[in-house]
Antibody, heavy 118, light 112 residues
Framework: EVQLVESGGGLVQPGGSLRLSCAASGFTFSDYWMSWVRQAPGKGLEWVANIKQDGSVIYYVDSVKGRFTVSRDNAKNSLYLQMNSLRAEDTAIYYC???????????WGQGTLVTVSS | DVVMTQSPLSLPVTLGQPASISCRSSQSLLYSDGSTYLIWFQQRPGQSPRRLIYKVSNRDSGVPDRFSGSGSGTDFTLKISRVEAEDVGVYYCMQGTHWPWTFGQGTKVEIK
């Protein structure tokens, strides 16, 4: 059974940093692109970043470029999101996802809540 | 960025009746490989999003066949042939053709 479990969310002050983790199991992690998607409370979805299987290609949405860094450790079946210079508008549930656009493969974690507030 | 526009944003439906959600993109979603990466998600209250449809009309595993997707280019539709109580939630279209991948605003489906 495929499982994605996020952790690391919490309350942080504006300008602060936080590192999210996503532990993957039930599939060959190193074979798949991985993604982070976020959802502000009561709002819609925003696709934040994609990282290629070997980490050599990463895409970020403009709103997080230069502040967020995605990485992965295929030996640990883990995905990470380092978030720096956090702003109130970064407050959201952050989901880890593994998806293939052309195949019947799409899995999401339960999400971890990040709250940026003083 | 590609703007995805859904309508309606709120959809009250009678149980057993059909429902239809429209999604329009600000530019063509036809990718250079010949595929159109238009995706539909369902998000039930308090749950993570669940993909229903990929590449316009392909149902994911476990998705009931009352859900169907259609369209091309910039115009797409999600149809529910007979709405059931478990279909309550917010439905999002998303384009995976142009980075950044972008979502529509969401359509809230509720039972009348």
């Amino acid at each position: 059974e495929v499982q994605l479990v996020e952790s690391g969310g919490g309350l942080v002050q504006p300008g602060g940093s936080l590192r999210l983790s996503c532990a993957a199991s039930g599939f060959t992690f190193s074979d798949y692109w991985m993604s982070w998607v976020r959802q502000a409370p009561g709002k819609g979805l925003e696709w934040v970043a994609n990282i290629k299987q070997d980490g050599s290609v990463i895409y970020y949405v403009d709103s997080v470029k230069g502040r967020f860094t995605v990485s992965r450790d295929n030996a640990k079946n883990s995905l990470y999101l380092q978030m720096n210079s956090l702003r109130a508008e970064d407050t959201a549930i952050y989901y880890c996802a593994s998806t293939r656009r052309s195949e019947n493969f799409d899995y999401w974690g339960q999400g971890t809540l990040v709250t940026v507030s003083s | 960025d590609v703007v995805m526009t859904q309508s309606p944003l709120s959809l009250p439906v009678t149980l057993g009746q059909p429902a239809s959600i429209s999604c329009r993109s600000s530019q063509s979603l036809l990718y250079s490989d010949g595929s159109t990466y238009l995706i539909w998600f369902q998000q039930r209250p308090g749950q993570s999003p669940r993909r229903l449809i990929y590449k316009v009309s392909n149902r994911d595993s476990g998705v009931p066949d009352r859900f169907s997707g259609s369209g091309s280019g910039t115009d797409f539709t999600l149809k529910i042939s007979r709405v059931e109580a478990e279909d309550v939630g917010v439905y999002y279209c998303m384009q995976g053709t142009h980075w950044p991948w972008t979502f529509g605003q969401g359509t809230k489906v509720e039972i009348k």
